[in-house]
Structures are given as C-alpha cells and as structure tokens.
C-alpha cells in the first residue's frame, strides 16, 4: 500500500514563482526523502529528511517535516522552468526499511 | 562514469513471451531494486536484493522473477504469469538498504506487450 500521498497532483507557476508541494503519510517513519523525476526519465534524489528533524534546506529546496502531523513540505524558490517535472515523496519505517513512494505532484514552471 | 545502466530503452514484446530487463551499476552498491511505474502512478517495488546471492519480494512480484548472482547486476524477468506486464520499469540502487540510504535510479526501459 502507498504510504505517501502527495498534494496537489498538479501545479503550474510563473518562472520566478515559488513552489509548495505537500506529502502526507499514515504511519510513523524513520526517513522522508524527496525525488524528481523528468518525464521519461529515472528518478533524482533531492533531499533526504529524518524523522528528528524539522527543516532542511538544500540551494533553492527547503523541506519542512511535522511528525505530529505526518506531513512534510517540499518548497522550490525562485522556480526556473527546468524545475519542471514530477516531484515525489519517499517514506520508510512501519516496520520496513524500504521506501514507498506517493503518486507525485507534477509541477509546471511556465518562461 | 559511475551509475546506474538499464538497457535497452525501450522494448516490444508479444503477449506469452518472457522478457528480462537488464541493470548494471558500477557504484559498488551493496542493495538493489526493481519498481514499476504505470502512467500517473508513483512506484511500487517489485523486487530488491540487499546483497548478492540474496533477493526479496516487494509489493507487487507475481509474474516477475529476478536474479542477484553478481554484485553490480540485477536482472528482471517479466514472465508471461504478469497480467498487466506493460509500464515503465526502473531500477535503482543504494550502498546500504535501509530507508536512509539515496537510491540511485537508471533510465528505465518502458516495455510494451500486445
């Protein structure tokens, strides 16, 4: 069964716009991690997130994770055409180490 | 360069037929994995091997089989048992097998049976 879903299934923005995609999960986790995939292609990992951490940031991406809430943000500032692409959360733990993965938010950056 | 390989891109296959799927990585990564994604669709695991001669069923293995018998390979058999075999396959994988470890991902191939 899926353990992440992502919100929203899609989203188009300006070029210079910033991004905001949610993840929400079911059961408690050890890692959260982020990955982008351009159509047709394999997947990128972006950011990785542990269950005692709040927020991290790498260059333009900003993760957010609330465990109380089993959610996790993933923020593009400053958002470049070549960030489109669909945008998946990742989750481990309930009893397993391997990941799930959400159906994706597919993100649209318009020049 | 390092990375992950899948080959070939794309394959056409008759309905019955068995088809194996190839990956090769040179990370000298310990886990691999194979998922499945259908259109829309985020990825199901359809088998990983988290070091060689050993392998396990992810979520969705009926009609697929696999092989570890060398470190950097990890071939897919899609068996004419799979219902639904056509979808884009990829394969991954990671230097240790726990949920905090990056995966790799290739290129995928994207097989279709009619």
């Known amino acids: 069964s899926q353990q992440g879903e992502e919100d929203p299934q899609a989203l188009s923005i300006q070029e210079g716009e910033n991004a905001t995609m949610n993840c929400s999960y079911k059961?408690?986790?050890?890692?959260l991690q982020w990955y982008r995939q351009n159509s047709g292609r394999g997947l990128v990992h972006l950011i990785l997130?542990?269950?005692?951490?709040r927020e991290k940031h790498s260059g333009r991406l900003r993760v957010t994770l609330d465990t109380s809430k089993k959610s996790s943000s993933l923020l593009i500032t400053a958002s470049r055409a070549a960030d489109t692409a669909s945008y998946f959360c990742?989750?481990?733990?309930?009893?397993?180490?391997?990941?799930?993965f959400g159906k994706g938010t597919k993100l649209s950056v318009i020049p | 360069d390092g990375g992950i390989t899948q080959s070939p891109k794309y394959l056409f296959r008759k309905e019955g037929q068995n088809v194996t799927l190839s990956c090769e990585q040179n990370?000298?990564?310990?886990?691999m994995y194979w998922y499945r994604q259908d259109p829309g669709q985020g990825l199901r695991l359809i088998y990983y091997?988290?070091?060689?001669?050993?392998?396990q069923k992810g979520d969705i293995a009926e009609g697929y089989s696999v092989s570890r018998e060398k470190k950097e390979s990890f071939p897919l058999t899609v068996t004419s048992a799979q219902k639904n075999p056509t979808a884009f396959y990829l394969c991954?994988?990671?230097?240790?097998?726990?949920?905090?470890?990056?995966?790799?991902f290739g290129p995928g191939t994207r097989l279709t049976v009619t």
């Open positions: 990370l000298n990564h310990d886990a």
């Open positions: 091997s988290q070091i060689v001669n050993d392998f």
């Open positions: 059961t408690s986790i050890n890692n």
């Open positions: 990742a989750t481990d733990g309930a009893g397993s180490y391997q990941l799930t």
């Open positions: 991954a994988s990671s230097i240790g097998w726990t949920g905090g470890d990056e995966q790799y």
């Open positions: 997130i542990r269950s005692n951490e």
